[in-house]
């Protein structure tokens, strides 16, 4: 018997949440945690450069952290995705990503963490790698050569998308690009949402990326074996 085809919509949903969790991952690191990124990591070795260079040695740290989580999180979901088919790799990746980042709530509430404390360093390593985790996530989906933790490349290939959209006269828009736009504007959205939980001081901004998360590890659960 024939496996059942993986559902566009679903994978989609996966895509869209997770891009939206790195979103909200990167406001709340660049805000709270010193400024550093959680996510993008070619913004965060810029700070880690610039921070080095002016003697901010606390922020360096962090970035440093952060890049390191990264590689530590790609590392381990690179591992725990070998031999595993797509919707077995999605559910455990997912669901550990799920759980660093409610591990990262726990401490946020339970720990003092201004820029250099041991609080702080562990928010960062425990976001840094959930994020490392989700850029496995975003290789799994293979949807549209989009990574869901870094957007240059996708605003390169939305870009490329509308040009050649015009040069060819054709008014039907691609879906890979339409998959592209829709997560570029997931990732601000999830930026904004976390930008206005700052500004209005709502206190269910940590929970964002972990109810992003969670939500996109349900969505996983409906994937055909």
Known sequence: ??????????????????????????????????????????GNLAFLGYYLSQNFFASAAGAAIALAG?????????????????????RLLLGMETLLLAGTDAVWVSTYHPNGSFGRDAIIALLAISMGLQSIIGKRLHLSN?????????????????????????????????????????YFTGALTAGLCLHFNVGILIFLPVLAAAAAFVSSLTLPV
């Open 70 to 90: 990264f590689v530590v999180g790609s590392f381990a979901g690179t591992m725990l995705s070998r031999n595993r088919d797509r919707a077995a790799s999605l």
């Open 1 to 42: 018997m024939a496996k059942a085809a993986f559902s566009p919509i679903s994978m989609e949903l996966i895509l869209c949440l997770t891009s939206y969790a790195a979103g909200t991952v990167d406001i709340i690191s660049f805000a709270k945690l010193g400024g550093v990124f959680a996510s993008a990591m070619t």
């Open 146 to 186: 989009i990574p869901t933790v870094v957007f240059t490349s996708t605003l390169t290939n939305i870009v490329i998308g509308f040009t050649e959209l015009m040069a060819n006269r054709n008014l039907k828009l691609p879906t890979d690009t339409k998959r592209q736009c829709g997560a570029f504007m997931l």
